[in-house]
């Protein structure tokens, strides 16, 4: 039985104690900590099967007993309390990106040297079902060599003016996901980016210094061709979509509606659109991801993901971001880690 | 190159001097004859590339050139028009159905026996890309052993009631399609018809004698069950789809949509509906028909449908029309020929 | 909180006690009853946070506590230890049939006279996203008048021989579930029903006395007309399938694959075939079933489904396996209660 | 009656020539030049209904009786019988591209200064029932304002490296159909292409100094941005898929299959590949091109396509190239007229 700690109890913390506490057979959250843990919050906890609640997250550092750290607290908190965690010898699982600040994510990886600790950044979409059958058809070899892959993700709303103002721009707030997918389809490592975007769904992002709306081309390891787009507004829901093409065929897979009926009328023959957010559409691969995450510390099996995997994605936003803003192709060897 | 003559200029006799025309490279039409054949048909039909048109369809029985009749004149004349095209030693393809009445259909048996002519009876759907799509799969062993087959064919809207009331009922003049394409999909005979029926469109067809809905249930001879069902309106266009069912597998088709978009919004992901009647929807399988007739004569091949396939459907709708006024299943050895 | 006792603890009674462990907020499970309860089920239903197990399903009717049963024992018990549970006032939510024989129902329907009790069949596809989204999309207007209904339910492989000669015969065991679905869809009565069938995938189902395909047509007491096919063996999967079409349009649903990918290769463009069986496609269902039930006791609301909803499906069963082995429609009217 | 005269008898000659034999009204075809012109060609063109046939195309430059040139000789001689043509005051319909040099267009182009004659490129694509479906959606205001734009083209299988070494490369010979699909969708103009390629399909693709896969990324006129990418190996047949996404909305269109039967077995759900190639997939749409412009002379309407939309293909073409070999964004303003 895997003891675990839970730094940070907002939307995903919640998420992550709802899914251990009825999902993982093998993992009991001993405390849950956030500096604005209230009554309500403390008394849920509880109710789901938590031992513990507390203000103070040292507390979870500090308790011997605790094997691993979820670390689902506001961004700008995830590298330092990364480093506190590892120096207490405990297993992390770190919501991303692990930070904006490539020095930053240096000294979790300086950190995590000579340990032998798990290291897992929270790239949910890996473990959607439907995204991993893609993935697994590619290893299987049903599409032989890969050529081209095509990835869309499109918000079915664009967030505040005030949370885009400190996402850290479109490239490393929302892409990011789509900068792990293709690594994660390919098992190559990106060697180029170029960006095109452009302001069209809402003026005060591109006030805010932001854009809504980017195709990216990427030129990856292996030689394949990739390229992604993005939009902060799709009115149909949310648009998460993948297609790789190989020399032996082609694996796609489709957005996820609500439920699958077809209502045929005088408008035409409609299905449901796609579920509306991240929560609904990968509510499942949250509960597989930590799953995994706790086998892997139980069976002392490599995790899923390492460090390195919550680094690169990091890597390829700035890139994409400097392409964006100065109109040039930029090599992933420009961005020195 | 077969030398046609055609009986009867309305909607369907143009449909076939077009696809002749324009579609048949070893047909040529010496002569269109329709009782009500005007200036303005004639024009047309000469331009079309046909030699000659008349008001007689002797003229056409009578000339030694033709060797082939098609005759697209009202039902009633169907039957005496092809005793007297067969006597005058032509090939015949007769529009659906050959008679409502079986003994005027014997008569046409009678007239072909001892005679080299080929007879066919235009069941076009049998040529139709997609259900013939279906019964190649059978015939390549793709579904093994047949055991259920599911037919439904819905029209975007009834006929007036004038039409009704002289078209024989729903079983002889709609569903006599769908007798057919079981007889094609099976290679069967059907040995028992039991019809559920109900007037659900609108009460003047059951004031007419007749019924808009029905659900007939089929034992065939090789053991397969099979059902059967139509309406009179289906407000989403012309619904035509067949689905096989057997020890290896399934082959269904689908319906054909006016083009193959697919657009996404609010209100959902929506295609188009089917194409809206008939002439669309089957165009090309007409084409596909004369041209197979036109086929067969030339290259002296035995027809892909003959008298027989013309009788068979006639004598299950008498069969359905039977168990859907007495309410009982009705075997097939009941009806007489 | 509502306090549940579970009577059978096989593999449906497990499924429900996962589904009330780890997804019902407001039931608990105080007692588990098997007769055959061994150290490793008690101790499997413990981690689950089950209070306490037993053989003797009395402890729980005896119980004061307990407030609601599910009855999960074998299907030749259900009737009696519903009348026991009833007696001893208990909500009771019992596993489908209530029994084979109208006789024993009657008893159950008695007991429950007079009495404020929730009785809840387990008819679990009412509870299905995509089937409910079906009956939603009736219930708010989309098709209009209903005019056909057509459900397909074709299981992966039939079971042993054992199981079939006691299993009251395909339309007692498995198409059951369709003749709920058809009351379900339509909320209303079957009239008649005819039934064909025939043995075609093993002859054995036939020397034990039953068929192995079937289908069934249903007059509606709204005038509806219905249609139903099973089939032992599919060879692509679990198909379960609906379609309801009314004078406004058509609502059908579709089956689930293990995943939605698409792979295109030179064999054509390929989806995942059905999941393989219930456990799998309805898992989702049985977990919302029994919410609905708990919940139904909480809030004191009618629930979804009553006795006579146990009831009607065994009646109509009773009917097409009489119009199976007389080869006649047989009117509900018959079937005596 | 619009007379017509066709340079050029291969494969494409021979199409249009069927197209406007078969299935234009209004257009009659006098004569067809080719300089291998054959006993066997001549005998098929005067089956067809062409009154003449000669090896000299001037022929038909100098017959007054001549009102339309369709140019369907190779490619090098595009421009110069584009120029001769309409200096004979004919109405030219060329094949793609006019010319890969920009001064050759330049002399087609003086040349149509001050006459009023139609001057139509083939770009058949426009045509396609589905593709011109998608851009009717736009123009009617489904999606909203134009944000993404999505071409995949993909042919079944390479050329020979013969065809490659003269083909002027794949952006001039493959992808400049997306070029004018993506002007066509969008109504505006590209202002900047960026290239990523690669050759994965043949090596010896390479060796003649082309690519055989690219991704290329457009800025729009309008502010949208848009991807296209090609590959010369598509195994599971010949790919062809728009995707258009706004403010309102996305459209799509799908491959087109021989059939569109659905096969349910062991191995999933499979429904045929798309059509293998151009002819097939696009044989409607020829014949649709050709009647437009025959209808666009009789009824001396604007052509849907003028000199500048078969100009400016070519200039993206030259664009993309040299992003491909250069390794950076080109704008549009580089390419000089």
Known sequence: MVKVGIIGAGRIG???????????????????????????????????????????????????????????????????????????????????????????????????????????????????????AVRQAIVDGKIGNMELVKISSRDPEPPSIEYVKGSGGIFMDMMIHDFDMVRFLTGADVEEVYTISNVLVDPAIGEAGDVDTAIVSLKMSNGALAVIDNSRRSVYGYDQRLEVFGSKG??????????????????????????????????????????????????????????WDGLKPVMIAQAATISSKEGRPVKMSEIKF
């Not at 849950?32 to 919050?41: G, H, L, Q, Y």
């Not at 480093?83 to 020095?103: Q, R, S, W």
């Not at 609904?280 to 949250?286: M, Q, S």
């Open 14 to 132: 919640k998420l992550h104690i709802t899914s251990i506490c009825t999902r993982v057979r093998n993992g009991v959250i001993k405390t849950v900590a956030d500096p604005f843990m209230n009554e309500e919050t403390a008394a849920w906890a509880e109710s789901m099967g938590v031992q513990h609640t507390t203000t103070d997250y040292k507390e979870i550092l500090n308790d011997p007993e605790i094997d691993a750290v979820l670390i689902c607290s506001s961004t700008d908190t995830h590298s330092s309390i990364s480093v506190e965690a590892i120096n207490a010898g405990k297993h992390v699982f770190c919501e991303k990106p692990i930070d904006h600040d490539l020095a930053k994510i240096k000294e979790v990886v300086k950190a995590l040297e000579g340990k032998d600790l798990k290291y897992m950044v929270g790239f949910n979409r890996r473990f959607d079902t439907h995204h991993a």
């Open 250 to 307: 082609m694996v796609q897979d489709q957005n996820v509606g609500a439920n699958n009926t077809i209502i045929s009328n005088e408008n035409g023959v409609t299905t449901e659109k796609p579920v509306n957010f991240f929560l609904e559409r990968y509510l499942d691969a949250y509960a597989k991801e930590i799953t995994s995450f706790i086998d892997c510390i139980e069976n002392n099996t490599p995790a899923p993901m390492d460090v």
